[in-house]
Every structure is written in structure tokens, then in C-alpha cells.
């Protein structure tokens, strides 16, 4: 699982960097036009931010093996697919019931650092 997290948040990291560029470029008429860009950037700092704690989980599973970090590894893929996911939908059709997806992707990355904090605690 190591391998897994390691490479999922390394391709994830490359993903966020060419989904903010794509924003930043390419989108940012539409964006602007919906007042969305602020809410775009939010959805790719928080992918950025928990792509890099799945390369961190993979770098810890190779040092510890607890059943959490795994948990946690899989609540942070989940708030990126939920969290980022709603905010990049949403931005882009400003379809505002999306925003109440958000709230269930950031209940994972919470989740997750909790886990992650409990199976280090448990060490």
C-alpha cells in the first residue's frame, strides 16, 4: 500500500499543478465570469495540499504498518474526489448545489488526519 499512496499522491500532485494552470489560463474567463475563481483556487490548494500528505502516508507506510494510515490514505483520496471535485464542477457550471458536496470531502480529509494522527499515536 506503500506504493500505491506514494504514486497516487505523486500523480495527483502532477494532476493539481496542471489543473490550477488550466485554471489559471484557460479557464479564467469563465471563471471570472461566474466569480469563481476564488473557489477554483480553494479546490486545488486543498488537492495539492492532501496529494502531498498521500506521498507523506506513503513514505510512513514504509516505516510503520498500521490499518489507520491506510484508512486515512483513503480519506484523503475521497476529499479530493469530493471536496476538490464539487469546487471544480461547481466553478465551472455554477451550479451552486454542488457546493453541498464539499462538506463530505472535507469531512474525509479531516477524517484523515485524524487517522493518520491516531495510527502515530498508536505507534
Known sequence: MAKFFLLSGALLSALGVMIGAFGAHALKETLTQYQRLETFETGVRYHFYHALALCL?????GQYSHKFLHYAGYCFL???????GALYVLSLTNIKILGAIAPIGGTAFIAGWLLLAWAVFKQ
Do not use: P, T
Open 57 to 61: 502516508l506513503g513514505i510512513l507506510l
Open 78 to 84: 475521497a476529499g479530493i474526489v469530493f471536496f476538490s
